[in-house]
T-cell receptor
Framework: KNQVEQSPQSLIILEGKNCTLQ??????????LRWYKQDTGRGPVSLTI?????NTKSNGRYTATLDADTKQSSLHITASQLSDSASYIC??????????FGTGTRLKVLA | GAGVSQSPRYKVAKRGQDVALRCDPI?????LFWYQQALGQGPEFLTY????????KSGLPSDRFFAERPEGSVSTLKIQRTQQEDSAVYLC?????????????FGQGTRLTVV
């Protein structure tokens, strides 16, 4: 069964600190993996997208990694800001219209 | 418009009432998706349109759910005889194509509460 699992389920950090979110997937075949940020009451917004051949992609303070062999991805947030408080969702595509969503990690950044 | 627009943003329905949720995708986007997102969960696939054709409706939870996109642009998700378990955020997304290789842009969602 195609699944995307994320950890931790929730995370609280202090402003300015770094953090890393994890994503494990069993989707096959694999086409690409995206990380989305979803603010409360908003739709998800794409942060990064990586294909099979890419193992790192950065977007400002966000850096995503992908290990296609172990089927793991991580999202590293550097120098966190209050505005980073949101849910971060890992989404895997098998190349069709069906995206498989993880349940997300809820990040809270405290001042 | 500049992005995917959904209306209403919030809907409170009495159990048994019918509701209709609207999605205006980005102009020119071929693919349109509906997702259901329960509190604290990731979005779950409901249905997929390519232009006006509904190619996949396997995620619709029951025959009370019906979606249409008659002219290949605006889409409506209709829920008949709403039940409490239908309470969720309903997200619409559109993309230029539907192979998963292009960006899918999401609307802000409609939060449905059935009381």
């Amino acid at each position: 069964k195609n699944q995307v699992e994320q950890s931790p389920q929730s995370l609280i950090i202090l402003e300015g600190k770094n953090c890393t979110l994890q994503c494990n997937y069993t989707v096959s075949p694999f086409s690409n993996l995206r990380w989305y940020k979803q603010d409360t009451g908003r739709g998800p917004v794409s942060l990064t997208i990586m294909t099979f051949s890419e193992n790192t992609k950065s977007n400002g303070r966000y850096t995503a990694t992908l290990d296609a062999d172990t089927k793991q991805s991580s999202l590293h947030i550097t120098a966190s800001q209050l505005s980073d408080s949101a849910s971060y969702i890992c989404v895997v595509s098998s190349g069709t219209y069906k995206y498989i969503f993880g349940t997300g990690t809820r990040l809270k950044v405290l001042a | 418009g500049a992005g995917v627009s959904q209306s209403p943003r919030y809907k409170v329905a009495k159990r048994g009432q019918d509701v209709a949720l609207r999605c205006d995708p980005i102009s020119g986007h071929v693919s349109l998706f509906w997702y259901q997102q329960a509190l604290g969960q990731g979005p779950e696939f409901l249905t997929y349109f390519q232009n006006e054709a509904q190619l996949d409706k396997s995620g619709l939870p029951s025959d009370r759910f019906f979606a249409e996109r008659p002219e290949g642009s605006v889409s409506t998700l209709k829920i008949q005889r709403t039940q409490q378990e239908d309470s969720a955020v309903y997200l619409c997304a559109s993309s230029f194509e539907g192979t998963g290789g292009t960006e899918a842009f999401f609307g802000q969602g409609t939060r449905l509460t059935v009381v």
